[in-house]
């Protein structure tokens, strides 16, 4: 499957400069895959860039080319929507070391032209959003007018406010954290665990060969699948109910209607993701801790974002980034004294609920991006 | 922007340009707007009401969603030059702390409440012997969000021994001012500018 994925053409821009990762090794250029939406103005000053999450990409408002799916938040970003390309010029790039066009371990090595695998270097939120800004160089882009992400989306949005605030005029950041907890990095290593423990991995070189570790990847997909949803959520979809069949088997077949449909989320997933990907991603974000370079004082992050407008928002049925973390934040901001609005909205789908049908986030978007005033 | 509560208008005329301001208890946000467009000040908002929010948010406002009993104290000290509380005071928890968190967070406070000594809510007591439901306090004993009420008379001796100075205050009748002398039984609304002692 993954050898599929690799064939697919997306637009980029390979930049021919040095990016300097802060494990301290240098990617000596760097491809970066991106989709863009709307008209750029003549003063360049409509820019929105989008971030996207652990297992999105660039395909935020168009159809997925493996899976022919609408983009991921086309109910979010479009003509009349509250992210309008009407009116901005949205950009979204695949992240540093994804797997829809952007460096990363299926990136062929200059030396041996074969994908480097487990030889691509770890990489970061800030080596993302350091990625990101090389893209904006090479457009000319100088000022955006906003930065939005949700989840790991939104961690880039916070890296942005932190590493470039001069150029970002606001930051709309949803269902995310400054940092990843004890439990979030949990649950992340047993995805890791199951990829690597797939025979078919073949310790990350297993481009070349007939197989991959599509089972290792399906169950990592399936224990986070779990973390994106609330109890509550899973209960009213599925219940205890049985899956085509009156009766339990006394076997392990997918008895109930939730084992059903988590393998289903995790074998479809293996159509449109890579396993080293997932390993790479997955990294960067248990890496992230934005108060770690300040002696563990968020509010040192954002010294230098007091002009930067802030959104923040979080989910009430959110365990994954509770809406703690978005206070944390808010507190830190209140610090510098930046302009911050935060709410705690209630939706019933958990951590998912930032993609999916909540209209008072679609209103507090619009706001956010100043739309009416 | 007539529209403005009076209590509002007041602090809106009140208040120098260009400060730094938060006010408490925001709303959907109409004093931060009319201090945006007639005073230069970029305020910023508490508020709990998620609705409020979102509508203080279409005007670009800043506010944060969040309970004056608790959610001030992510506010570094000095934070800002004024804080304001428009009729909250009387629905805290304990309106005692959260006036010393006011002073806490900026060195200037507005704070506006109704009181409760107004001749209108004494005759309603005394004749029918109930709790009072008047103009400025419509809801039934049960279900008042006003859980601490507190006259003109009870907030200046709360002042005194605090030891937290009045910069000024004004008093209304309806719409119209009303006397310091009198503010404790003509008075519907008091609205006092404190500062630190």
Known sequence: MASLLHQIQHQSVTISAPLALDSGQVLPSVTIAYQSYGALDAD???????CHALTGDQYVASDHPATGKPGWWARMVGPGKPVDTDRFFVIC?????????????????????APLGMQFPVITIADMVRAQSMLLDQLGIERLHAVIGGSMGGMQTLAWAAAYPERLRSAVVIASAARHSAQNIAFHEVGRQAIMADPDWQDGQYYGSERAPTKGLAVARMAAHITYLSEEGLTEKFGRRLQARDIKSFGFDADFQVESYLRHQGLAFTDRFDANAYLYITRAMDYFDLAEPHDGRLAGAFAGAKDVRFTLVSFDTDWLYPTAESRRIVQALHSVGAA?????????????????DVPALDRIMAGALGAGW | MSALRPDLRIIADAIPAGVRA???????????????????IDARGLEIDVAAIEAAMALGLSVVQGDANRDLADYPDDAFDYAILSQTLQTTERPDLVVSELLRIAPRAFVSF?????????????WTGRMPMTRLLPVAWYETPNIHHVTVSDFRELLREKGIRVERAWYLSGDKP????????????AIFLISRG
């Open chain 1, 44 to 50: 360049k000053s409509n820019a929105v860039l989008i």
């Open chain 1, 93 to 113: 790039a695949n992240v540093l070391g994804s797997c829809m066009g952007t460096s990363g371990p299926a990136t062929p090595g200059a030396a041996t032209g």
């Open chain 1, 340 to 356: 911050a609005s935060f709410v705690e909205l209630s939706a019933p789908f958990g951590h998912d609920s930032f993609l999916l």
């Open chain 2, 22 to 40: 938060l006010d408490i208890g925001c709303g959907d946000g109409a004093l931060m707007a009319e201090m945006r467009a007639q005073k230069a």
């Open chain 2, 114 to 126: 109704p009181n409760f000594a107004h001749w209108r809510v004494r005759l309603s007591l005394l």
């Open chain 2, 178 to 189: 009303t006397s310091d002398a009198a503010a404790s039984w003509r008075a519907e609304h």
